[in-house]
């Protein structure tokens, strides 16, 4: 199974919120990540233990460049983050060097995959439960 790593802690609460649905990485990754693809998201540092956070499936692999990106996209990536200057910079301290407008992206959706969809749905959008 595929592995999409995320490197930093600040995104396990958004990935196990459901706030964080996609991931922009450097470069022309479609070779590595497919749509319908099963992949095992996990946090942590390269030769360190990683938590394994959930199973997903990839919805969509795009390559564009930054300039393309839609606000959409980044928020996809970074709930915090709409605008492209955001988005450089995060990826320039992730990648330690200079990214531009120019530079080639690809943009990883995914969805977790949950043992019970309509109790994940049903929470999510705040149906069930008690009632008033």
């Excluded at 459901?18 to 390269?46: E, F, M, P, W």
């Excluded at 360190?48 to 997903?56: D, T, Y």
Aim: proline share 3%; glycine share 6%; aromatic share 10%.
């Amino acid at each position: 199974m595929q592995v999409l790593n995320f490197y930093s802690r600040i995104f396990a609460d958004q990935l196990k919120r459901g706030r964080k649905t996609a991931t922009i990485r450097l470069g022309d990754k479609s070779h590595k990540y497919r749509k319908n693809q099963l992949v095992l998201v996990t946090i942590g540092y390269q030769y360190s233990p990683r938590e394994r956070i959930f199973e997903a499936v990839i919805d969509q692999v795009e390559v564009k460049r930054v300039k393309e990106l839609s606000p959409r996209d980044i928020e996809h990536d970074n709930p915090e983050f709409r605008r492209h200057e955001e988005m450089i910079h995060f990826l320039e301290q992730i990648y330690g060097r200079a990214v531009t407008m120019e530079d080639e992206v690809t943009v990883v959706r995914f969805s977790q995959i949950v043992d019970s969809p309509s109790e994940f749905t049903d929470r999510k959008l705040g149906i069930g439960g008690a009632q008033n």
